[in-house]
Nanobody, 124 residues
Framework: QVQLVESGGGLVQAGGSLRLSCEASGRTFSSDAMGWFRQAPGKEREFVATINWRGDSTDYADSVKGRFTITRDNVKNILYLQMNSLKPEDTAVYYC?????????????????WGQGTQVTVSS
């Protein structure tokens, strides 16, 4: 059974940091691009960050550029999202996903596997 399991979410004050992890099991995703998305209450799921299969190409939503960093460890089959300088508007459920492509991409339609999500709450 293929699974993506996120962890590392929680409650943090504005300006603080969190590191999310996404551990894959059931198959290796070392040949797939991976991404992070988020969904706030009452809003649609939105793209946050993506990384290509080798980990040497990344892309970010403008709202998180310069504050968030996506990385991956293909040996351990784990995806990370380092989030710094968090803002209340970053509050959302964060999902990791594995793409059907090797190139980094921001379209949810190009992601075939999704985790169950982890809650991030940033207080002001």
């Amino acid at each position: 059974q293929v699974q993506l399991v996120e962890s590392g979410g929680g409650l943090v004050q504005a300006g603080g940091s969190l590191r999310l992890s996404c551990e894959a099991s059931g198959r290796t995703f070392s040949s797939d691009a991976m991404g992070w998305f988020r969904q706030a209450p009452g809003k649609e799921r939105e793209f946050v960050a993506t990384i290509n299969w080798r980990g040497d190409s990344t892309d970010y939503a403008d709202s998180v550029k310069g504050r968030f960093t996506i990385t991956r460890d293909n040996v351990k089959n784990i995806l990370y999202l380092q989030m710094n300088s968090l803002k209340p508007e970053d509050t959302a459920v964060y999902y990791c996903a594995a793409s059907v492509l090797v190139q980094s991409n921001s379209s949810p339609a190009l992601y075939g596997y999704w985790g169950q999500g982890t809650q991030v709450t940033v207080s002001s």
